[in-house]
């Protein structure tokens, strides 16, 4: 790890700095390597977090670092990613602080991160300090609400015309009431975990971090999904006396709004937050954060849907 710290931040940005600065021993390190990597061998990927009254009064990420041919691959946005699991794991209810080097602010944005306070010169090189809050109840339910928001303004988008079956998918009435349907076998499954006790279940760990990273990414890629319940979550499942688009609306709302009050009120204790909670199908147990960002990230991913079948129709009526 100290070697890839030297090489990068010492060797390749020629800047003479003290990187032992007394930290490491009371930081969490994470780094990445090649399985067959050698002894001595510089990791591929590195960096530290630092408990709250270190290097402030919240937990710090610092030291972030990539091996110049790891970068542009993904490697660097899952360190980070990873990362900030790490602390909320390790140090529930805090934000998250970094001295981000200032070309680096697009980056750090993408996962959370703003810009607090003014710029400022750290050995010789532009900074800025950047908080990533602590995602509470609050904000990862406005997540999934923009999302749902989003999913709404495509869906009424589509004319009514735009219904028909298309070989080998569905219309959009389908999409909508799989949401439902998957959403109320969530809230299910959380209300019945719930009954338990958060110090009876697994806690949270780098694997698990690992497993809703993945989760998230493969949402948001154009990897073509089958339904991993083998059809639970069917449209079907969905009563039929729920049928126009306003009423369909109406009922997802109603029923999500619903869930998360119930969620909220059976989980309010800040141990739920870095426990193993939801079993996805395909990716496995997830954490409480990692759940809410699955829920908000699926309806993104039909969102995708819609908009290819939107495309869909559009060449076939040409």
């Given at each position: 790890?100290?070697?890839?710290?030297?090489?990068?931040?010492?060797?390749?940005?020629?800047?003479?700095?003290?990187?032992?600065?007394?930290?490491?021993?009371?930081?969490?390190?994470?780094?990445?390597e090649?399985?067959?990597?050698?002894?001595?061998?510089?990791?591929e990927?590195?960096?530290?977090?630092?408990?709250?009254?270190?290097?402030?009064?919240?937990?710090?990420?610092?030291?972030?670092?990539?091996?110049d041919?790891?970068?542009?691959?993904?490697?660097?946005?899952?360190?980070?990613?990873?990362?900030?699991?790490?602390?909320?794991?390790?140090?529930?209810?805090?934000?998250?602080?970094?001295?981000?080097?200032?070309?680096?602010i697009?980056?750090?944005e993408?996962?959370?991160?703003?810009?607090?306070?003014?710029?400022y010169l750290?050995?010789?090189?532009?900074?800025?300090?950047?908080?990533?809050?602590?995602?509470?109840?609050?904000?990862?339910?406005?997540?999934?609400?923009?999302?749902?928001?989003?999913?709404?303004?495509?869906?009424?988008?589509?004319?009514?015309?735009?219904?028909s079956?298309?070989?080998?998918?569905?219309?959009?009435?389908?999409?909508?009431?799989?949401?439902?349907?998957?959403?109320?076998?969530?809230?299910?499954?959380?209300?019945?975990?719930s009954?338990?006790?958060?110090?009876?279940?697994?806690?949270?760990?780098?694997?698990?971090?690992?497993?809703?990273?993945?989760?998230?990414?493969?949402l948001?890629?154009?990897i073509?999904?089958?339904?991993?319940?083998?059809?639970?979550?069917?449209?079907?499942?969905?009563a039929?006396?729920?049928?126009?688009?306003?009423?369909?609306?109406?009922?997802?709302?109603?029923?999500?709004?619903?869930?998360?009050?119930?969620?909220?009120?059976d989980?309010?204790?800040?141990?739920?937050?870095?426990?193993?909670?939801?079993?996805?199908?395909?990716?496995?147990?997830?954490?409480?954060?990692?759940?809410?960002?699955?829920m908000a990230?699926?309806?993104?991913?039909?969102?995708?849907q819609?908009?290819?079948?939107?495309?869909?129709?559009?060449?076939?009526?040409?």
């Open positions: 790890m100290i070697r890839l710290r030297l090489d990068v931040f010492v060797v390749e940005q020629d800047c003479v700095y003290a990187d032992l600065d007394g930290k490491d021993l009371d930081s969490v390190h994470l780094w990445s090649r399985l067959d990597a050698g002894p001595g061998e510089a990791a990927s590195v960096v530290r977090l630092l408990p709250p009254g270190i290097s402030y009064d919240v937990p710090s990420i610092g030291r972030v670092a990539c091996k041919t790891q970068r542009g691959t993904g490697l660097g946005q899952e360190l980070m990613e990873r990362s900030v699991r790490a602390c909320q794991r390790l140090w529930p209810q805090y934000a998250v602080r970094i001295s981000a080097q200032k070309y680096l697009g980056f750090y993408s996962i959370g991160f703003h810009v607090v306070g003014e710029g750290e050995d010789n090189i532009p900074h800025i300090g950047m908080v990533r809050p602590w995602h509470s109840w609050d904000h990862m339910i406005y997540l999934v609400s923009t999302a749902a928001l989003e999913f709404e303004d495509v869906y009424r988008g589509l004319a009514d015309d735009h219904q079956v298309l070989e080998g998918g569905w219309n959009k009435k389908e999409v909508l009431k799989h949401l439902i349907a998957s959403e109320s076998s969530l809230f299910a499954y959380m209300q019945k975990k009954q338990a006790s958060p110090e009876t279940l697994p806690a949270l760990d780098l694997e698990s971090d690992g497993r809703g990273v993945k989760l998230v990414r493969d948001k890629s154009d073509r999904w089958n339904d991993p319940t083998g059809g639970i979550l069917s449209p079907e499942g969905v039929e006396a729920v049928s126009s688009d306003d009423d369909l609306m109406a009922f997802w709302n109603e029923s999500r709004a619903s869930g998360f009050r119930r969620m909220r009120e989980m309010a204790n800040d141990a739920w937050w870095t426990v193993q909670l939801f079993r996805h199908p395909k990716a496995g147990y997830l954490s409480l954060y990692d759940t809410l960002a699955f990230e699926h309806i993104r991913h039909h969102i995708y819609l908009q290819r079948l939107d495309s869909k129709l559009q060449d076939k009526g040409a």
